[in-house]
Nanobody, 119 residues
Framework: QVQLVESGGGLVQAGGSLRLSCTASRRAFSSYAMGWFRQAPGKEREFVAAITWSGGYTNYADSVKGRFTASRDRAKNTVYLQMNSLKPEDTAVYYC????????????WGQGTQVTVSS
């Protein structure tokens, strides 16, 4: 079964940094890729970043490019999202997701962790 648990959210001032973690079950660890999404109040869930388990290839939304970095620790079955130079508009619930195969969308989700950036 695919199980994803996010942690690391919190309150930070604009310009600060935060690192999110997502611990994956063994099934999720065997998936093709992990992704980070976020959803702010009144807005649609949006893609933030993704990373493949095998090669560590990453992809980022334009809004976070150069500020956020996705990484993975295969030994710990964990993926991370390092968020630097945070802005108030980054405030959202951040979700970890798993893509089991390149041919399918991200279909498995964690419970989310709140990130709040104050100005």
């Amino acid at each position: 079964q695919v199980q994803l648990v996010e942690s690391g959210g919190g309150l930070v001032q604009a310009g600060g940094s935060l690192r999110l973690s997502c611990t994956a079950s063994r099934r999720a660890f065997s998936s093709y890729a992990m992704g980070w999404f976020r959803q702010a109040p009144g807005k649609e869930r949006e893609f933030v970043a993704a990373i493949t388990w095998s090669g560590g290839y990453t992809n980022y939304a334009d809004s976070v490019k150069g500020r956020f970095t996705a990484s993975r620790d295969r030994a710990k079955n964990t993926v991370y999202l390092q968020m630097n130079s945070l802005k108030p508009e980054d405030t959202a619930v951040y979700y970890c997701a798993a893509k089991l195969d390149p041919s399918e969308p991200f279909a498995y989700w964690g419970q989310g962790t709140q990130v709040t950036v104050s100005s």
